[in-house]
């Protein structure tokens, strides 16, 4: 397993939302745990081979645990930044559209004013469009979630500036 390999594992499981994923190949071991008040944390342990080697000095110490950087990271100042805005949250599971369908307009842009009832996104579940309206007035600050992306239940989808 390459770098690129674990580096798209460790993203893949910041976005599912799960807290601990051990994963044990032939020659690797991995284990990746996220929680919410602690650093994302991937350890990667060689695993000895089976093969004995020719010589005594040939033998491997099996790789020292490693941990690897957070996948996300925010510093101090954009936290604060945030923390004045309202986050809108998917309450499903489903694929997330910014349109009604491919030839009509976005929603909603960045700068727009919304208030409660505004139709901000679609998502897709099952087959089924179900569109996500907006519980709060203010205006749109930032859009989280690119187009046709899968998103998961509770996940940020946009921040609202309530003022």
Do not use: H
């Not at 991995?30 to 000895?48: A, H, Y």
């Amino acid at each position: 397993m390459d770098l690129k390999e674990i580096q798209n594992l460790i993203k893949f499981v910041a976005k599912s939302g799960a807290s601990e994923v051990k994963l044990e190949m032939d020659d690797v071991k991995i284990t990746i745990r996220t929680g919410s008040d602690e650093k994302e944390t991937t350890i990667i342990q060689q695993m000895p081979t089976a093969a004995a080697p020719a010589a005594p000095q040939a033998i491997a110490p099996a790789a020292p645990v490693q941990e690897a950087a957070p996948v996300v990271t925010t510093d101090a100042a954009t936290a604060d930044d945030d923390s004045k805005y309202i986050t809108v949250k998917s309450p499903i599971i489903g694929t997330f559209y910014r349109k009604p369908s491919p030839d009509k307009p976005n929603f909603i842009e960045v700068g727009d004013s919304i208030s409660e009832g505004d139709v901000l996104c679609v998502i897709e579940a099952m087959k089924l469009f179900n569109e996500i309206e907006s519980e709060v007035s203010g205006k749109i600050v930032k859009i989280l979630v690119d187009d046709s992306s899968p998103v998961e239940f509770d996940q940020p989808l946009f921040l609202v500036d309530p003022s």
